[in-house]
C-alpha cells in the first residue's frame, strides 16, 4: 500500500504541503519575528514589502505573521475536532457493526436521527448556545460530525467479523473487547482514516464559515477565517488581506483532499 | 464636466438606498429597529420635528403653546393635511395615537414619557391640549412620535394587523410595495402637505453585507450607503469616485463607551476607573478604529448639543500616571508576572461586545493592548446581540462592555443614570448611583427654562466625567456617498435627510423613468 | 416490498417526534429570547414593555406547556407565527423557498452536467494528464472558501467585466421587463451564486463517480463485454455507466433535503432572500417558532429522501432486486 501512495505524485504533493504545515505550525515563532497580536495603527494596510511579506492588517499587524500563527488554530481544530469526532464515530460504529440486532438499530436510528439536522446550520445554533472560542468550535464540530465515520467503521466491521481469524480468536476465548480493538478496528481502519483527512479539510472550511457570522475564533487570536473576515471588510483598501488567508485555506485543504484521495486510492484500488 | 443648464428643481427619478437589514413592522408606535424607522419616517409624520439647526419645529402641529409653568401644551394641527387614503387628518388621530401608546396591551417601546400624561382633550379639529400630571421638558420632544390614522386602526390588532406591511400615513410617500428580504418601494405623494417631493420614487434595497454593498455603489445598483472610515477614507478618493458621487461627513448624536460593573469590587473603586482612563488613548483608537472620523467622547452630551460642556477636557494619555494611581489604589505587581494583583488576584477582567461591530471590537482590542502595557490583562468576548443583552446586561453578568447610545436631541437621561432605574433591562445596568446626579436628574426634566436647564445639564457632564461609570470613548461621524446627480442636499448638525423632499436630478441626468 | 415501505413510513413517525424534542430543548436553552430583539435598547424603550411582549407570545409559560402548544399547533400543520413580526411562519418559508429552490435545482443540473462526463473520463483515462489535471481543478474550486470566490468572481465580472450583476435576484426595474426579458434578467443574476454553489458539488460527485466507474469497470462482466467484441463506446456507455451510477441515485436521494436549505454565506454575499437567511437570523433573533418550522421540514424530507433512495436503488438494481432481498443494506 504504501509503495501505491509513494507512486501518486499528486498524493505525495498533498503530504509535503500538510507536514511543511506542521512544520511551520509548530516553528513559528522562529519563522517570523513579529508578535501576531502587537497593535500598530500608524502602520495599518501596507502593502506587501520586505519588511512586511504580505502586507499588515486593519490594526497594523503583520498579515505574514499572523497567518503563520493562525496555521496553528487551523490544525488544532482539524485535528481534535476531527479526532473526537473519529473516536465517538469508531465507538458508536464498532460496536454497533459487531453486536447488531437491538444495538446496531438504535445507534444507527441515534445517528439518522444527527443526519437529519443540516449540517452548519446545527453546529450553528450550538454554538450560539455555548457561546464561540477555538474550545467550544473544536467539541461542536467534533459532537455533529462522527455520523459518517461511524457508518464505515460498521461497514467494515459487519465483513470482517465473518473472517476466519475473528472465528478462531472468540473459540481461543478472546473477550469481545478484545476482539473488537486488536482485530476489528486496526484492519477496518482504513476507510475512516480517509474520512479524517477529509475531515480536516472540512473543519477548517466549518470554521471559516463561522467567522463569516462572526462565532468562529475570537480575537485577538488569529485563525484564517477572521482574517478573511477582516479582508471583507477591506476589500478595496488592501486586496492582501483577503487574497493571502484565502489562498492559505485553499492551499491547506487541497492538500487534504490530494492527500486523502490517495489514500483512498491505496486502500482500496478496485472497491467502489 | 458638462455645465447646468437647470438651476431650478424638477420632478422624475428614484432614489435607491443601500441597507444592511430589512424592516420588520410600520407599524410605527411599534416600529423599533432602525431599518422600519427609516421606511416610517418617510411614511408618516409626527405633531413636531427637528430642523436643520436642531430646534424644534412643526411638522404635523403648526404651532404651539405653552402653559402653566409646562404643565400644559395645547397643540395647533395643520389644516387640510390628508393621509394617503384621502380622508382628512385631524386631532381625533393624534388622540389615538396616544391610546395606543399608553394601552398596557400593546407593547410599544415608547410609551414611557407618553405615561406622564394626565389627560388628551380634543378641543376641536385642529386643536389638542395636552396636560402632563408634573411639568416634564422632554415631554415636547416626544410628540416628533408618528401619527396613526384613527379611520383605519381603531378596533384592530396592532401586533398582527396588515397595516404592518401595508402602512398609510401622511408623510412626503406613499407605501408601494414590499418584497420581503429584498426591498421596499415607495412612491411620492403628490398632495404632501409641504410640497410634493421631486424624487418620484424611494427605493430601500436590503444588502446584508458591507463589501457587496460598496461594489454596488460602485456598478450604480445603488444611489446611497453609508460608508464606513475605511471606504470613506480610502476607497473613495479615486477620479472616478470624485466624478460619480458625493461624500458627505457630519456628527453623529451617538458616542460608544466602555462601562464598567459597578458591583464589581474591582471597579468599586473611582480612582481605579480614572486610572484606567489615563492608560487608554482614545486618539489611538479614533485613529485606528475610525481612521480619524470621529472626536473624543467626554460625556452624555456631543458638542453640537446644548447640554454639551465645552470645559470638560479629556484627559491625556498618560501610562505612567495610570500606573502611580493604581498603585495608591493597592494594585502593584506583587510577584513580578507583568500583571498588577491586589490581595492575591490579578487585575484581569472580560469585556464583552456585541457581535457584528468592526468598529467596536477593534476598540475592543485597542484598549486590551494598552491596558496590557500597564500589566492590566483584558480578555475580549464576543457575543451576539440577544446573548448579549439577555444574559449579559440585563442580568448584569458582566464585569466590563463596549456599547453605545443613541441620543435624542433631548438631553434628558433618567433612564440611564439615575440610581432607580437599576430595575433587570432597564438602562442604568452599571447600578451607579450618585445622589447629586439624581436630584440634577430630576429638576432637569422638571425646568423649562433653556438657560436653567443648560447649566443643570453641564454639571451633569462634569461629575460623571470626573466618577468615570463608563470610559467615554469617542463620538463617530456619519459617512455617506450620494450619487452625485442628486441636487439639493445641505449637510446639518442633523444629517442630511431632513430636506429629501427638496432634493432633485437634471432632467438629463435622470437613471429610472417610469 | 409494501410492507416494508408501509413500516418504514411509520418509523418516521417517532424519529420526527424525537427530532423535535432535541431540536425545541436545544434552542430554548441559547440565552435569550425573541423579545429581547425588538427592545433595541433605546433609552426611550420601556421596561414593562418586554414583559407585555413574553405574555402575549406564551414565553412567559413553562416550556413543556410551549412545546405541547406548539406540537398541538403542528398536528393541523400550523406551524405558528413569527415572533420577529407576528406573520404565520409558513408565508415567511413560502417566500423563500422558491428562490432557494430554484438555485439548488440549477445547481444540481450543472453539478450533474459537468462531474458525471468528468468522472467517467477520469476513470477510464486513469493516470493520464485529464485525470491529474482535473483532480486538481476540481479540488481547487472545493478547496476555495466560498465567500471568498463569491467576493472574486463578483468583483471581477461585476465590477471589473460589468458584464454580470453584483448581486440581488432580479434589476430594479425587473416589473416593467417583458417576460423573456425577466427570465433573461433573472439568470444574469443567478449565473454567479449558482456557479459557486455548484463548485463544490462538481468536486465531489465527479470524484464519487469516477470512483464508481472505476469499481465497475473492473469487473467480470466488462471484461466478458470486451471479449465479446463489443465496441469501447458501447462497453463503456451502455454496460458500464449505467451500472456506476447507480451510488449517484442514492446520493440525489440524500440530496433531496438539501433542495431546501440555502447557504447563508452565499445568500449574505450575493443578497438573495432565501432559507438560509432566514434560517440563520431566526436563530439570531430566537425565534423559535420559524426555526422549528425548518428543522422539522427538513427532517421530513431528511427521512423521505432516505426512503426513496432506499426504494430507487432496490428498483435500480436488478441484483438486489431479483436476489429477493427485501431490505438493502446501506
Excluded at chain 1, 500608524?42 to 511579506?53: G, I, K, V, W, Y
Excluded at chain 3, 493516470?127 to 472545493?142: A, E, P, R, Y
Excluded at chain 3, 432580479?170 to 456557479?195: A, C, G, M, Q, Y
Aim: proline content about 5%; some cysteine.
Amino acid at each position: 500500500m504504501t509503495k501505491k501512495l509513494l507512486r501518486n505524485k499528486l498524493t505525495l504533493f498533498g503530504a509535503g504541503i500538510i507536514l511543511l504545515l506542521v512544520l511551520i505550525a509548530v516553528f513559528a515563532p522562529y519563522i517570523t519575528k513579529y508578535d501576531p497580536t502587537c497593535i500598530n495603527i500608524q502602520d495599518a494596510l501596507l502593502r506587501p514589502s520586505l519588511e512586511h511579506p504580505f502586507g499588515t492588517d486593519s490594526l497594523g499587524r503583520d498579515l505574514f505573521t499572523r497567518i503563520i500563527y493562525a496555521s496553528r488554530i487551523a490544525l488544532l481544530i482539524g485535528f481534535v475536532a476531527v479526532g473526537l469526532a473519529a473516536a465517538i464515530g469508531v465507538f458508536f460504529g464498532s460496536v454497533a457493526g459487531y453486536f447488531g440486532g437491538k444495538i446496531d438499530s438504535a445507534i444507527m436510528r441515534f445517528a439518522d436521527v444527527m443526519l437529519c439536522f443540516p449540517a452548519f446550520f446545527l453546529i450553528l445554533a450550538v454554538i450560539a448556545v455555548v457561546g464561540p472560542g477555538i474550545f467550544n468550535i473544536m467539541v461542536v464540530i467534533g459532537l455533529t460530525s462522527w455520523m459518517g465515520m461511524a457508518r464505515l467503521i460498521r461497514a467494515e466491521i459487519l465483513s470482517l467479523k465473518t473472517r476466519d481469524y475473528v472465528l478462531a480468536s472468540r473459540s481461543l476465548g478472546a473477550s469481545n473487547f478484545f476482539i473488537i480493538t486488536k482485530h476489528l478496528i486496526p484492519n477496518g481502519i482504513g476507510p475512516v482514516l480517509v474520512s479524517l483527512i477529509f475531515g480536516v479539510a472540512g473543519a477548517i472550511l466549518t470554521e471559516a464559515g463561522l467567522s463569516f457570522i462572526g462565532l468562529g475564533v475570537q480575537p485577538p487570536d488569529p485563525s484564517w477565517g477572521n482574517i478573511l473576515m477582516e479582508g471583507k471588510a477591506v476589500m478595496g483598501a488592501g486586496w492582501w488581506v483577503i487574497l493571502f488567508p484565502g489562498l492559505a485555506i485553499l492551499i491547506t485543504v487541497l492538500a487534504f483532499n490530494l492527500f486523502g484521495e490517495g489514500l483512498r486510492d491505496a486502500l482500496n484500488p478496485g472497491k467502489s | 464636466m458638462s455645465l447646468e443648464t437647470e438651476l431650478s428643481p424638477v420632478y422624475g427619478d428614484a432614489f435607491v438606498t443601500g441597507q444592511i437589514g430589512d424592516a420588520r413592522t410600520l407599524v410605527p408606535i411599534l416600529a423599533s429597529d432602525s431599518p422600519s424607522s427609516y421606511i416610517v419616517s418617510l411614511v408618516f409624520n409626527g405633531l413636531v420635528k427637528y430642523d436643520k439647526n436642531v430646534e424644534l419645529t412643526g411638522d404635523l402641529a403648526e404651532s404651539w403653546d405653552i402653559e402653566e409653568r409646562g404643565l400644559v401644551i395645547v397643540f395647533h394641527l395643520r389644516k387640510g393635511v390628508k393621509w394617503h387614503d384621502g380622508y382628512p387628518f385631524t386631532a381625533r388621530d393624534v388622540k389615538f395615537t396616544y391610546e395606543c401608546l399608553i394601552d398596557p396591551d400593546i407593547p410599544t417601546p415608547y410609551s414611557g414619557d407618553f405615561r406622564m400624561i394626565k389627560a388628551v382633550e380634543i378641543i376641536d379639529d385642529y386643536t389638542l391640549k395636552v396636560t402632563y400630571k408634573e411639568p416634564f421638558a422632554p415631554g415636547l420632544t416626544s410628540w416628533g412620535m408618528p401619527i396613526m390614522p384613527e379611520h383605519i386602526l381603531k378596533g384592530h390588532n396592532l401586533l398582527t394587523t396588515d397595516f404592518a406591511r401595508n402602512p398609510v400615513g401622511t408623510g412626503p410617500y406613499k407605501f408601494k410595495r414590499w418584497k420581503t428580504g429584498e426591498r421596499i418601494d415607495l412612491v411620492s405623494n403628490h398632495g404632501y402637505f409641504e410640497h410634493r417631493p421631486y424624487i418620484d420614487r424611494y427605493i430601500y434595497r436590503v444588502i446584508p453585507d458591507t463589501a457587496t454593498m460598496f461594489l454596488e455603489l460602485e456598478t450604480f445598483g445603488i444611489d446611497s450607503m453609508s460608508l464606513t472610515p475605511l471606504q470613506y477614507t480610502r476607497q473613495t478618493d479615486t477620479p472616478f469616485f470624485r466624478k460619480r458621487f458625493q461624500k458627505f461627513k457630519y456628527p453623529m448624536f451617538v458616542y460608544t463607551f466602555m462601562a464598567y460593573n459597578l458591583k464589581d469590587k474591582k471597579f468599586k473603586d473611582k480612582t481605579v476607573r480614572r486610572a484606567l482612563n489615563y492608560a487608554v488613548d482614545k486618539n489611538e483608537i479614533i485613529n485606528g478604529a475610525l481612521l480619524g472620523q470621529g472626536r473624543i467622547a467626554t460625556g452624555q452630551f456631543v458638542p453640537e448639543s446644548w447640554a454639551f460642556n465645552p470645559e470638560v477636557k479629556p484627559y491625556p494619555f498618560d501610562p505612567e500616571k495610570a500606573k502611580g494611581m493604581l498603585g495608591e489604589a493597592g494594585w502593584n505587581d506583587s510577584d513580578a508576572d507583568g500583571w498588577l494583583d491586589k490581595n492575591g488576584e490579578k487585575f484581569e477582567f472580560t469585556i464583552i461586545i456585541n457581535q457584528g461591530n468592526d468598529t467596536r471590537r477593534m476598540a475592543a482590542e485597542i484598549i486590551q493592548r494598552r491596558l496590557k502595557d500597564i500589566g492590566v490583562k483584558v480578555n475580549i468576548r464576543v457575543l451576539e446581540w440577544s446573548v448579549f443583552i439577555n444574559e449579559f446586561v440585563n442580568k448584569k453578568r458582566f464585569e466590563a462592555l463596549i456599547m453605545g447610545w443613541g441620543l435624542g436631541r433631548e438631553p434628558d437621561c433618567f433612564d440611564i443614570f439615575h440610581s432607580s432605574k437599576t430595575r433587570t433591562g432597564e438602562f442604568n445596568f452599571i447600578t451607579y448611583s450618585n445622589p447629586e446626579v439624581d436630584r440634577l436628574l430630576v429638576e432637569g426634566r422638571r425646568t423649562f427654562d433653556r438657560s436653567e436647564r443648560k447649566k443643570i445639564y453641564r454639571e451633569i457632564h462634569r461629575i460623571l466625567y470626573e466618577d468615570q461609570p463608563y470610559m467615554f470613548l469617542y463620538i463617530p461621524d456619519a459617512l455617506v456617498a450620494v450619487n452625485s446627480r442628486f441636487q439639493g442636499i445641505e449637510a446639518s448638525p442633523i444629517g442630511i435627510a431632513y430636506n429629501f423632499i427638496d432634493w432633485w436630478v437634471p432632467k438629463d441626468k435622470q437613471r429610472f423613468k417610469y | 416490498m409494501a410492507r416494508y415501505i408501509i413500516r418504514r413510513v411509520l418509523q418516521i413517525i417517532p424519529i420526527l417526534l424525537g427530532i423535535t424534542i432535541i431540536s425545541f430543548a436545544v434552542i430554548h436553552l441559547a440565552p435569550g429570547k425573541p423579545t429581547d430583539l425588538m427592545l433595541q435598547l433605546n433609552p426611550k424603550i420601556e421596561y414593562e414593555a418586554r414583559e407585555k411582549l413574553e405574555r402575549i407570545y406564551g414565553l412567559d409559560k413553562p416550556l413543556y406547556a410551549q412545546y405541547f402548544d406548539w406540537l398541538k399547533k403542528l398536528m393541523r400543520l400550523d406551524f405558528g407565527n413569527s415572533f420577529t413580526d407576528n406573520r404565520p411562519v409558513i408565508d415567511k418559508i413560502f417566500e423563500r423557498l422558491p428562490v432557494t429552490l430554484l438555485i439548488n435545482f440549477l445547481a444540481m443540473a450543472v453539478i450533474l452536467i459537468f462531474s458525471i462526463p468528468i468522472g467517467v473520463k477520469s476513470a477510464v483515462k486513469r493516470g493520464s494528464f485529464f485525470d491529474k489535471v482535473m483532480t486538481v481543478l476540481v479540488f481547487i474550486g472545493f478547496a476555495a472558501p466560498g465567500f471568498w470566490l463569491a467576493l472574486l468572481l463578483m468583483s471581477f465580472f461585476g465590477v471589473r467585466l460589468g458584464i454580470l450583476p453584483v448581486s440581488g435576484i432580479v434589476s430594479l426595474d425587473f416589473e416593467n421587463f417583458t417576460l423573456s426579458h425577466k427570465t433573461v434578467d433573472l439568470l444574469r443574476h443567478l449565473i454567479l451564486p449558482v456557479s459557486v454553489a455548484s463548485i463544490g458539488g462538481v468536486a465531489g460527485i465527479s470524484r464519487y463517480m469516477r470512483q464508481s466507474m472505476l469499481g465497475v469497470i473492473s469487473q467480470d462482466y466488462i471484461r466478458t463485454a470486451r471479449a465479446k467484441g463489443l465496441s469501447e463506446r458501447t462497453v463503456i456507455h451502455k454496460h458500464a455507466l449505467r451500472n456506476a451510477l447507480l451510488p449517484i441515485i442514492t446520493i440525489l436521494g440524500l440530496s433531496i433535503p438539501a433542495l431546501i436549505s440555502g447557504s447563508v454565506i452565499l445568500e449574505t454575499i450575493f443578497g438573495i432572500p432565501g432559507m438560509g437567511r432566514l434560517m440563520v437570523e431566526a436563530v439570531f433573533t430566537r425565534d423559535y417558532n420559524v426555526v422549528m418550522a425548518g428543522l422539522v421540514i427538513s427532517a421530513f424530507l431528511t427521512l423521505a429522501g432516505n426512503l426513496i433512495a432506499d426504494i430507487a436503488y432496490v428498483y435500480a438494481d436488478p441484483r438486489i432486486r431479483y436476489d429477493k432481498i427485501s431490505r438493502p443494506v446501506r
